[in-house]
């Protein structure tokens, strides 16, 4: 990546490389109720309505949510990488399923055409949020919820937090510069309350903490982490000593059977569409 790429930049660039990357690092992830953090979400779509996944990637939330017996005709998919709407097509239970290669801060899509929109991991990534909210408040139906499941930050003093340090000294180490990504608003409780509010549309925004477990030996913890956006900014020779050490250090922290605790924080986000 170029030292002055933008975060949108850095992140098509990503997808390009990586389609479905989000689905291989999450899908098996586990919350402390045992669900996936896609069937958290997925438990806030309306299932008699249409729904709107925002910054669907390869289509993974969009397929479960035809395993739980949701019409694909009442199914829309948006995301702004062409990779990843491209994955997405591949998919054969999402035949059917209208999916479409448009930004989130203006969709083209009818207004209030929605009863419920998710969004899984792909809020907090959104550069110029205050237009992504008022295109959410312009989709949704009056009653209509927006869901959206977000990153939180590090879960406990584990292998996210040991990678996070190794990524920073290698990233300094040569000087790799990474672009300000999303808003830090929308990674915050308060933060979303300022963006969700009656002014624009919403009559309320609930947002509950949750721990997701995303544990495994050290090669498929580092498999899961190395996924992050911010790893497009190193060289390959600096991205391969960060996985030496990072594997080398995880191993440390290996229970008996090997595994490697790995913890992140999420927030799930519900907001409501007010009446007009």
Same mark, same amino acid.
Request: one cysteine or more; proline letters at 4%.
């Given at each position: 990546?170029?030292? +002055?790429? +933008?975060?949108?930049? $850095?992140? %098509?660039?990503?997808?390009?490389?990586?389609?479905?990357? @989000?689905?291989?690092?999450?899908?098996?992830?586990?919350?402390?109720?045992?669900?996936?953090?896609?069937?958290?979400?997925?438990?806030?779509?309306?299932?008699?309505?249409?729904?709107?996944?925002?910054?669907?990637?390869?289509?993974?939330?969009?397929?479960? $949510? =035809?395993?739980?017996?949701?019409?694909?005709?009442?199914?829309?998919?948006?995301?702004?990488?062409?990779?990843? =709407?491209?994955?997405?097509? @591949?998919?054969?239970? %999402? +035949?059917?399923v209208r999916l479409l290669c448009r930004?989130?801060?203006? /969709?083209? *899509?009818?207004?209030?055409?929605?009863?419920?929109? $998710?969004? !899984?991991?792909?809020?907090?990534?959104?550069?110029?949020?205050?237009?992504?909210? /008022?295109?959410?408040?312009?989709?949704?139906?009056?009653?209509?919820?927006?869901?959206?499941v977000v990153g939180g930050g590090s879960?406990?003093?584990?292998?996210?937090?040991?990678? *996070?340090?190794?990524?920073?000294?290698?990233?300094?180490?040569?000087?790799?510069?990474?672009?300000?990504?999303?808003?830090?608003? /929308?990674?915050?409780?308060?933060?979303?309350? @300022?963006?969700? !509010?009656?002014? =624009?549309?919403? @009559?309320?925004?609930?947002?509950?903490?949750?721990?997701?477990?995303?544990?495994?030996?050290?090669?498929?913890?580092?498999? =899961?982490?190395?996924?992050?956006?911010?790893?497009?900014?190193? /060289?390959?020779?600096?991205?391969?000593? %960060?996985?030496?050490?990072?594997?080398?250090?995880?191993?440390?922290?290996?229970?008996?059977?090997? +595994?490697?605790?790995?913890?992140?924080?999420?927030l799930l986000a519900t907001a409501t569409?007010?009446?007009?």
């Amino acid at each position: 990546m170029s030292p +002055t790429s +933008t975060a949108d930049e $850095l992140l %098509l660039a990503f997808h390009a490389r990586h389609p479905g990357a @989000t689905t291989r690092a999450f899908a098996n992830g586990r919350l402390e109720d045992g669900r996936s953090s896609y069937e958290l979400l997925a438990d806030n779509a309306d299932p008699g309505g249409v729904t709107l996944d925002l910054g669907c990637g390869d289509g993974h939330l969009l397929n479960l $949510l =035809i395993d739980r017996g949701f019409a694909a005709d009442r199914l829309v998919g948006v995301d702004m990488s062409e990779s990843e =709407i491209a994955a997405a097509r @591949t998919r054969p239970a %999402l +035949t059917g399923v209208r999916l479409l290669c448009r930004r989130a801060q203006g /969709t083209s *899509l009818p207004d209030a055409s929605f009863d419920s929109v $998710l969004s !899984h991991l792909a809020l907090m990534l959104m550069s110029d949020v205050e237009r992504v909210v /008022t295109e959410l408040a312009r989709l949704l139906r009056p009653g209509g919820r927006f869901a959206a499941v977000v990153g939180g930050g590090s879960g406990e003093c584990d292998a996210f937090e040991l990678f *996070l340090d190794s990524f920073r000294a290698e990233a300094e180490r040569c000087q790799a510069k990474v672009p300000p990504i999303g808003d830090r608003r /929308t990674r915050d409780p308060s933060g979303l309350a @300022t963006l969700f !509010h009656p002014a =624009i549309g919403f @009559t309320s925004i609930d947002v509950s903490a949750h721990i997701i477990r995303l544990d495994g030996d050290a090669e498929r913890v580092w498999e =899961i982490l190395a996924g992050m956006y911010q790893m497009m900014v190193l /060289t390959s020779d600096a991205a391969a000593r %960060l996985r030496a050490r990072f594997v080398a250090d995880a191993a440390a922290l290996a229970d008996a059977s090997g +595994t490697v605790p790995c913890t992140m924080r999420l927030l799930l986000a519900t907001a409501t569409r007010s009446s007009r």
